[in-house]
């Protein structure tokens, strides 16, 4: 009887598995068809990105600054029509900072005083494909996810230095900000995205410290808010690097980040293994981040000096 039981059973599990693998692949091949391209061009689309600069001599206070973009109205250069992007709050903005189209799932832009279009984003590239920012950047896709956003599928294209850039909102993170929302990198923390409106209506938004839904607030505009106590120190006569002022039983990830805004490094750190060495590394001025459950609690900039 066991002879012809077990059979069965396996077959069962075969017939199981299967079934399971079935009930998979049909489900990514629904959500698959409910996607649909979500162009950034967009004049309901609104950013918000935000200006953080360290005041004072210690790491602890900083001064937020929100930047506020808007698509509103048609210009035209070199015989194409184009929408104009605002750097501005208001509904009749008048601080006018450059021209964007959207084409076959690539965007374009003119900058202030320009006449000459340059691609920005391309939304039809595929793993290794890259689009030259300036004389010695450019963005590389790594890997492409698909993300969820305001009930929509949507593409995330990672570069290989751990920013992000998604379908209609642009770039979230890394190191730059894809023209006409970039963002300056040698900042106490720089400019960095704070969310994306669709009409008055928030579908994307930082989980980082600086997050406020009322940058358009004069008084939020200028306040201060508080970090942590927590200190980045380097050491010229031993090399090393060490962090103060982390909280017991907490892990934490630190990355140092070239001027040309390549990461060279990720260290798993703690309150008790909070010193590692940099020998490796030449003279000169890198990037740091800290951050806590993928959420930064400390950005700045250092001079690694050897002795």
């Not at 959500?31 to 979500?38: H, T």
């Not at 008084?219 to 201060?224: L, R």
Request: hydrophobic share 35%; glycine share 6%.
């Amino acid at each position: 009887m066991l002879m012809l039981i077990t059979p069965l059973i396996v077959t069962d599990m075969k017939s199981t598995i299967l079934s399971f693998i079935f009930i998979l692949c049909f489900s990514h091949f629904m959500k698959a068809l409910d996607y649909e391209y979500v162009p950034l061009v967009n004049e309901e689309h609104i950013w918000s990105y935000c200006d953080a600069r360290r005041i004072g001599s210690g790491p602890v206070e900083y001064d937020l600054k929100y930047f506020h973009f808007q698509i509103k109205g048609d210009t035209v250069i070199q015989n194409i029509t184009y929408k104009k992007v605002y750097a501005d709050c208001s509904s009749n903005p008048t601080n006018y900072a450059a021209s964007i189209r959207e084409e076959n799932k690539k965007v374009y832009v003119v900058k202030l005083n320009e006449q000459q279009e340059k691609l920005t984003y391309d939304f039809n590239m595929e793993v290794g494909d890259r689009i030259q920012i300036d004389d010695y950047r450019y963005y590389e896709v790594s890997k492409i996810d698909m993300i969820e956003i305001a009930g929509k599928l949507r593409k995330c294209y990672n570069d290989f230095y751990g920013g992000k850039m998604i379908e209609g909102i642009g770039t979230l993170s890394g190191n730059f900000f894809l023209y006409p929302f970039d963002g300056i990198l040698l900042y106490d923390i720089g400019r960095r995205f704070n969310y994306q409106k669709q009409g008055s209506e928030i579908v994307y938004k930082t989980n980082e410290f600086y997050f406020n839904a009322d940058d358009c607030d004069p008084v939020a505009t200028n306040k201060i808010k508080k970090a942590n106590d927590i200190q980045v120190v380097f050491n010229p006569a031993n090399n090393q690097f060490q962090i103060i002022g982390l909280s017991s039983g907490n892990s934490y990830s630190f990355e140092l980040i070239d001027i040309t805004g390549k990461r060279l490094m990720i260290n798993s750190v703690s309150k008790d293994n909070n010193c590692f060495n940099v020998n490796n590394l030449i003279q000169g001025l890198y990037i740091y981040r800290l951050s806590e459950n993928t959420k930064t609690s400390l950005f700045g900039k250092i001079v690694i000096e050897h002795r």
